[in-house]
């Protein structure tokens, strides 16, 4: 089974900055896609980015298209979201999670790390 562990989350104003890490240890797979999720309080996680273990090919939900940017450091087995131009309805508890599939549905993946909370002030 692989290990998730997320952080980089904080506190930014409307406009700003973050990137937030996700470091996969244990059984990981070569072929394997790595994804964000985000969930918000009251909402279903949804489907943020993903990329695949190569990081050739990258998607982004439409909400985030032109602001976040997903890539891979495979010599550390970390995943990076790189968030610009953030918006307060950003705010949410972003999570990573590895399979298979590009699967938008949370239920499609079986490992998740604890998350990191990104909250964006108006």
């Known amino acids: 089974q692989v290990q998730l562990v997320e952080s980089g989350g904080g506190l930014v104003q409307a406009g700003g900055s973050l990137r937030l890490s996700c470091a996969a240890s244990?059984?990981?797979?070569?072929?394997?896609?790595m994804h964000w999720f985000r969930q918000a309080p009251g909402k279903e996680r949804e489907f943020v980015a993903g990329?695949?273990?190569?990081?050739?090919?990258?998607r982004y939900a439409d909400s985030v298209k032109g602001r976040f940017t997903i890539s891979k450091d495979n010599a550390k087995n970390t995943v990076y979201l790189q968030m610009n131009s953030l918006k307060p309805e950003d705010t949410a508890v972003y999570y990573c999670?590895?399979?298979?599939?590009?699967?938008?549905?949370?239920?499609?993946?079986?490992?998740w790390g604890q998350g990191t909370q990104v909250t964006v002030s108006s």
């Open positions: 244990g059984r990981t797979f070569s072929s394997y896609l």
């Open positions: 990329i695949t273990w190569s990081g050739d090919v990258a």
């Open positions: 999670t590895s399979g298979p599939t590009w699967s938008s549905r949370s239920q499609s993946y079986a490992s």
